[in-house]
């Protein structure tokens, strides 16, 4: 601001200091002396011993605290996609949430949520969203592959009875990352109200998860959507959240489908719309390595055999693995086939492809010299589709009766005639069988019908994610119109590199300015990655057919060439990165290289030129061993032989009977001097020549660090290497990438300060560390084939499972918005028998359970409904049958089931329905144990009565049935009810009482002697205590939720209740079991006899009298009294004076009671009047005692 005063002077306003908010503070802190202490800090230590003293131990309290097992990380090459689970009651926010978080990723619009989602969040991070269905099956599924749960809580209305089912779930099986997201905090039109609810929703939601956990607030809506600094916030905290591996995920392999399709054969659904399907389910895969043979179990339909797993190109790449300053935003990927995002959506019927019309020209556009123009973008594979139909010619029907079958090669052999005129002769097969050369076309128009043809096939059978898959399964072919490289120079110049990223390792891809044919540029894109695939898998032990039926192909192709510089450029690039990515293969290594292939020497003897040969042996040659074979003059023909077929070479055995050579091996064995590995580790000057020209230049797949040939880059470095042990090189190159790795995963100093002390636990973090990168270099020696067989799939791998024979429901009921669970089932887990579980029934739950009444459990991938038999154990280690489980504590449950290892956690829930008032969690558990029989036992009575009574001894009767259960009871202790003990002795076969025997009888069998402590009596009851074993019900009903309509509720088997309810039967009353009243009957005691010589002796008073029974009674005893009048009207008058005195009393009483209630209520208004009066009158004294106080310090300041 500019003042003018009247001298025409610019005055500018001075610059006034803050006197109060956070900047004053700051300098406040500032001119403390704060500064000072930070820069010099010991200046200003404590200088008490004790609160030193009491300050380390809290620190070290507060390390060993923070100290934890390390947990093994299993995980090789790229990490699959953090799974984002969004959860919360219906109308509360998921979908928009998920549509926000999607948009600020790849800033693109998602039209609808429906299955996984998976998008790049960073350049080492992706992430895949899944929103949670609401019914209980989604819900417990989704707790199973969630690695963080964001619980979305209506702040309006607070926690629903939703968000604390998940959340149970979410404790038993594993307990992942959970962060709260409140919605709806916009309808607060109070301030304070709005901050008191956050605060009780906060340490509500504490109470549940733990002291802290993150309760993330949206304010509301604008535009219809989430505020974009809030979502960014809320990314934020996602990206940054680190996820520890659960125990049961770490041991089990499992696939979050995101995208599905039936491949049954259309003509057998045809004929049978109810017959079993073929499915295909793809996702990547988590936990552990998948093996082959590995069995699965699909939640919501059952346990199945793989027919077949397949490794496909990831659909949503990482950007790269080039250290960068962040992601650009053309790199941000995103895939979501069922949601429509992107250019391919796959539904239940087609697959829709969505171009913009900004970017593709759909007509052929030609320039003045006739080629094809085109610009100069990469093509994607919709766009690739959709042209490829464009180009088609003929009907489906006209290619297939034109087809035929090859069988030595896609092209037939041609003349050097033919060669040079540039033609090719068509080879078609009659009716009859005979082949004739019946047309000839040009080269051009055969090669254009070519790719017709396979672009119709591609087209018909492939899409984004299986182009790659089927691409595998097939062999490798050259394309007819590739071109070789030009040695010319100047056609370096047409040529750029382009380099991608993908499965870890860069690409580079060829682009040419000048195009030839669109069907070349077409195509670019699926044979770079046939060729990918190819380096991939040239040292499996299915490459040996690849690699053979490539060599025939590309010599068919190198005869029919016109020329060398109508050949594809982009093949050389490839053909050396394929080269140098070769592994060492422990099989030639051990068994010796293979031999030349038949066929090969058939082609050499038939006269092949070594131009022929060597263009198609470079495919399959290390860099190193090409140059040398040219420099020799040499051809070598790769060949993949089984080792199997090779013939010993007698001449080149050694004789072992020699000492001298078994002394040379000695201390190669566990006998010899292990100290000489470090000599035998260094290699001489020639073996290392020979080891450079085998394997020549090579790149490390883990690290991706390149080595090229010693010979070539630094001839002088041999002398180094030979005096470096290659042992300590190794220990230390796998020290500086432990260090490296862990300062990339943690980034503290404390930890790299930890591994400088040497601690424990740095030192065991190394260990495992060490361990998982010898495992890791151990593997890497391997073939792919032999390692596959080994390790099975990484994880991180993008999988195409094909199920076969799968019930036709599950095609048809298939909803997207239901994620596809495929878990892998370990050994020993597909066997059935009894598990033992730690068992505690929910405490909101509002119903004890009964045994034997089913219960739909949660164990592993599975969900399934069993009976289960409560008990508990006794202090001698006895199992009881408990009929109810116990209140407030834990019991044992025994049911019948697919086992599962100890510490598994189960989850059980009665019913399904999403139309239950209640809490549906009944109960949580945890597998104890699994057995082959059940051991759990129940107490029994067996009563008997005495038949016939001796001194101590006396005979039971219906206690036993027969003499063979007294037998098994010899020895059982008895009692009776007056509590007098015994014990079963034998059986008798004493007829019962005191009758004789009848003539001819036998006598009753199930009489047992018994002995007691004291005679007992014929009125008395005896009792056997006894235990029984409990048969447990071996039932279990998986559940089938996913072969019937969403939106219909899986029925089970019923609980007896609920059959007593639906048919209206009352409850069964068992006599037995009522508590009858007892009756006692008045006991007669007999009449007390003294003998007449104590009577002689007793007094008077204690004689007996002895006086005659009088048969009729007085009559005093039988005579009625009767009132006269004048009494009668005394009594009546006495009675009515009462009754009136009665009454005069009870309303006295009433009154008195009225009375001191009106005095009690006027005693309280005059207490609370005195009380305001005597406030009132503190209050003015405390005003003049304040006024005397300010007076007195005023005439002392004037003083």
Not at 112 to 122: A, D
Not at 456 to 466: F, N, R
Request: proline share 5%; hydrophobic share 30%; net charge neutral.
């Amino acid at each position: 601001m500019v003042l003018i005063s009247g001298d025409n002077e610019k005055v500018h306003k001075s610059h006034r200091t803050h006197k109060s908010g956070a900047s004053a503070k700051k300098k406040d802190k500032k001119s403390d002396g704060s500064e000072e202490k930070k820069q010099n800090p010991k200046a200003f230590a404590f200088n008490s011993k004790i609160k030193a003293k009491r300050l380390q131990a809290r620190a070290t309290e507060k390390e060993q605290r923070r100290l934890h097992v390390p947990n093994i990380d299993r995980t090789t090459g790229e990490p699959a996609p953090y799974v984002v689970v969004v959860h919360g009651p219906p109308q509360v926010g998921k979908s928009l949430l998920i549509k926000s978080l999607v948009k600020h990723y790849t800033r693109h619009n998602l039209p609808e949520v429906c299955g996984p989602i998976t998008i790049v969040s960073g350049k080492k991070r992706r992430l895949q969203f899944v929103e949670c269905p609401n019914d209980i099956n989604g819900m417990i599924d989704a707790a199973k592959f969630a690695d963080v749960a964001l619980l979305l809580i209506d702040g309006s209305y607070g926690f629903e009875m939703e968000t604390f089912e998940f959340l149970n779930i979410l404790q038993v099986h594993g307990f992942p990352k959970v962060m709260g997201v409140l919605t709806h905090l916009d309808q607060f039109k109070d301030v304070k109200k709005l901050r008191k609810t956050k605060q009780r929703l906060k340490h509500r939601f504490w109470t549940e998860i733990y002291d802290g956990a993150k309760l993330f607030y949206l304010s509301g809506l604008i535009h219809g959507k989430y505020a974009k600094r809030e979502i960014h916030n809320l990314a934020r905290f996602i990206s940054v959240m680190k996820f520890h591996p659960l125990s049961w995920r770490a041991s089990h392999p499992y696939v979050l489908v995101d995208r599905f399709e039936d491949v049954t054969p259309p003509e057998k659904v045809q004929m049978n719309k109810k017959c079993d399907r073929n499915i295909t389910l793809y996702g990547y895969l988590r936990g552990c390595n998948m093996k082959k043979g590995t069995k699965v179990h699909i939640a919501g339909i059952g346990d199945y055999s793989l027919a077949g797993v397949t490794d496909l190109a990831d659909p949503c790449p990482l950007p790269s693995l080039a250290k960068k300053k962040g992601l650009r935003e053309k790199e941000k990927l995103f895939y979501a086939p069922m949601s429509g995002l992107g250019d391919l959506l796959y539904d239940k019927d087609a697959v829709y492809i969505n171009i913009n019309d900004n970017f593709v020209q759909f007509s052929k556009v030609e320039d003045d010299n006739g080629a094809v123009a085109q610009k100069a973008k990469d093509r994607d594979v919709g766009e690739v589709m959709v042209k490829s139909l464009q180009n088609i010619k003929y009907s489906i029907n006209e290619k297939l009766e034109k087809n035929f079958i090859s069988l030595f090669g896609k092209r037939p052999l041609t003349s050097p005639e033919d060669t040079n005129d540039g033609e090719a002769s068509l080879v078609i097969r009659e009716e009859d069988g005979n082949i004739t050369n019946d047309h000839r076309f040009s080269e051009q128009d055969e090669q254009q019908d070519e790719h017709e043809q396979s672009d119709a096939i591609g087209s018909d059978h492939e899409d984004l994610a299986s182009s790659e898959s089927a691409d595998k399964d097939r062999p490798n072919r050259k394309d007819p119109n590739a071109k070789d490289v030009s040695d010319d120079p100047g056609s370096e110049s047409n040529l750029k590199e382009q380099i991608e990223f993908s499965n870890g390792r860069s690409r580079r891809r060829a682009v040419f300015k000048d195009d030839v044919d669109l069907n070349d540029t077409e195509d670019s894109d699926e044979d770079v990655e046939e060729d990918d695939e190819a380096e991939d898998d040239s040292q499996s032990s299915g490459g040996s057919d690849i690699a053979s039926e490539d060599e025939e192909d590309l010599k068919a192709g190198d005869d029919s060439a016109p020329s060398e510089d109508e050949m594809a450029k982009w093949k050389e690039p490839l053909i050396e990165r394929m080269i140098s990515r070769q592994n060492t293969n422990l099989m030639q290594i051990v068994y010796g290289k293979p031999g030349l292939k038949p066929s090969c020497s058939i082609e050499k003897s038939q006269g092949s030129s070594e131009d022929e040969d060597s263009d198609g042996d470079e495919f399959f040659k290390p860099k190193g061993e090409i140059n040398k074979n040219l420099k020799e003059g040499t051809e070598v023909c790769h060949v993949n032989f089984e080792d199997s077929s090779k013939f010993i070479n007698h001449v080149k055995l050694k004789n072992w009977k020699d000492e001298e050579l078994i002394e040379s091996i000695r201390d190669r064995f566990v006998t010899g001097d292990w100290s000489k590995a470090s000599r035998r580790g260094q290699i001489s000057d020639a073996n290392g020549e020979d080891d450079d020209a085998v394997y020549g230049e090579f790149e490390d797949l883990e690290t991706g660090e390149k080595f090229e040939n010693s010979q070539t880059e630094n001839p002088g470095s041999e002398a180094t290497q030979k005096d470096e042990d290659p042992a300590a090189l190794e220990r230390k190159l796998k020290k500086i990438a432990l260090h490296e790795e862990s300062d990339e995963k943690n980034g503290s100093k404390f930890d790299r300060h930890q591994d400088n002390d040497g601690g424990y636990f740095a030192k065991l973090k190394e260990e495992n560390e060490l361990r998982r990168q010898m495992n890791i270099a151990e593997l890497n020696d391997l073939d792919d084939a032999t390692r596959l067989e080994i390790e099975g799939f990484r994880t991180g791998t993008y999988l195409r499972l094909e199920v076969h024979d799968v019930p036709f429901e599950m095609v048809e009921y298939f909803d997207p918005c239901h994620p596809i669970l495929v878990g892998g089932v370990g050994h020993g887990e597909e066997n059935v028998g009894y598990m033992q579980a730690r068992f505690k029934r929910h405490r909101w739950h509002r119903k004890v359970l009964k045994t034997r009444d089913p219960i739909i459990v949660s164990i592993g991938w599975r969900r399934y409904q069993t009976t289960p038999v409560y008990a508990i154990e006794d202090h001698n280690g006895r199992h009881r049958m408990l009929k109810y489980t116990p209140e407030h504590m834990h019991c044992l449950a025994m049911f019948w089931g697919p086992l599962a290892p100890p510490n598994t956690g189960v989850v059980a829930v009665q019913k399904v329905s999403n139309n239950q008032a209640s809490f549906r969690i009944t109960a949580t558990a945890v597998v104890v144990e699994s057995n082959k029989a059940a051991k759990i036992m129940k107490k029994i009575k067996l009563v008997g009565y005495p038949c016939k009574i001796f001194k101590k001894t006396a005979f039971i009767k219906d206690m036993f049935t027969s003499d063979l259960e007294i037998e098994k009871f010899k020895g059982a202790s008895i009692r009776t009810v007056s509590g007098i003990r015994g014990q079963v002795k034998k059986a008798t076969k004493e007829e019962i009482g005191n009758k004789p025997k009848r003539k001819g009888g036998l006598p009753k069998e199930g009489i047992a002697r018994c002995t007691f402590e004291d005679r007992i009596l014929m009125s008395d009851i005896v009792f056997l205590r006894a235990w029984t074993q409990v048969e447990v019900p071996s039932f279990f009903n998986p559940m089938t939720t996913a072969l019937q309509p969403r939106q219909q509720t899986w029925q089970g088997m019923k609980t007896v209740a609920e059959l007593r309810r639906e048919h209206n039967l009352p409850v069964p009353v068992n006599k037995d079991s009522l508590y009858k009243p007892i009756e006692r009957k008045p006991k007669r005691f007999n009449p007390l006899v003294i003998p007449k010589s104590i009577q002689k002796e007793l007094p008077f008073a204690s004689k007996p009298k002895d006086k005659p029974r009088r048969d009729r009674q007085l009559l005093d005893t039988r005579r009625a009294v009767v009132m006269e009048p004048k009494e009668k009207f005394i009594a009546v008058c006495t009675q009515q004076l009462d009754l009136i005195r009665k009454e005069k009393v009870r309303r006295q009483k009433l009154k008195a009671k009225e009375n001191k209630k009106s005095h009690e209520d006027q005693k309280a208004k005059d207490e609370q009047l005195s009380k305001k009066r005597q406030r009132e009158e503190r209050r003015g004294r405390y005003r003049e005692e304040e006024k005397l106080k300010k007076r007195k310090t005023r005439r002392t300041m004037d003083d």
